[in-house]
């Protein structure tokens, strides 16, 4: 064999180039895990977190959104290993379909989050926040999920962009899911992050934790990926701060008639 060659300046830089791909799967696959866990009540059980029945009058609509949102979950992990297969042609094929695929998110989960303000319990409290004010994390997180795949669809011949935006676009949704474990709630709820952050807490943190590892990969810093994380606490941020106030509540009012 011959050694030379392996260590090569060539080996090297190809070497360098593919670590991105296997970062992507792998942060698609821990998503994936963590949303089902996060969810695995309603996927063995069809109920609602803690244990509780699917609300009557949005049943079919949150099952709608379940589907849809797990289909896009399975395509945000296939996409990344047919990239590492060579197989581009199918993964732009797949991406058309994508489009359409989170575009269903959107309606279903903007349904979602309207159809809960009005049937929970004005007394019920989530993050300190009633129904009402509480309907700003899931509408919000739908507007950035949609905004973040359309960049990412945009530059989708730029996988410098493409890549990181729909990864973001993930997270971005992730609290959903990481609000329903426990031991992940449980480690930041009452503390400071939990106020300033409220549900988004987890999934920033994750961000942050995929972007050091990234860095550690590439050794350079993903700065499309590092701008879009810093964009995405700033909002999540403000979400929080926002909901609690008389803008809110006006709008708020206008969106639920």
Do not use: C
């Not at 695929?101 to 926040?129: C, I, Q």
């Amino acid at each position: 064999m011959n050694t030379t060659s392996m260590s090569s300046p060539d080996h090297a830089q190809t070497k360098r180039l593919t670590r991105p791909k296997y970062f992507y799967t792998g942060a698609a696959v821990l998503l994936f895990v963590l949303m089902f866990v996060g969810f695995q009540l309603f996927y063995l059980q069809g109920k609602a977190y803690p244990g509780r029945p699917l609300t009557p009058p949005i049943r079919t609509v949150v099952i709608l959104h379940g589907i849809s949102m797990t289909a896009w979950m399975i395509l945000f992990l296939v996409q990344p290993l047919l990239i590492e297969a060579g197989s581009r042609r199918l993964h732009m094929t797949l991406g058309k379909i994508g489009a359409a695929l989170a575009a269903l998110v959107v309606v279903f989960g903007v349904s979602v989050a309207l159809g809960s303000a009005r049937v929970n319990p004005p007394e019920m409290l989530l993050w300190g926040l009633n129904p009402r004010q509480f309907m700003a994390v899931p509408l919000v997180s739908m507007v950035v999920f949609a905004v973040l795949v359309s960049l990412g669809i945009w530059y989708r011949m730029q996988p410098g962009i493409h890549r990181p935006m729909m990864l973001l676009s993930v997270l971005a949704v992730m609290p959903a899911a990481l609000d329903r474990v426990d031991v992940i709630r449980n480690s930041y709820a009452g503390t400071v992050w939990g106020t300033l952050f409220g549900p988004f807490f987890a999934s920033l943190v994750i961000g942050v934790l995929l972007l050091v590892l990234k860095t550690v990969l590439i050794r350079r810093v993903d700065r499309t990926f590092a701008v879009g994380l810093v964009v995405l606490t700033v909002i999540s941020a403000l979400i929080m701060q926002v909901a609690p106030t008389p803008l809110w509540a006006g709008l708020a009012s206008m969106l639920l008639g």
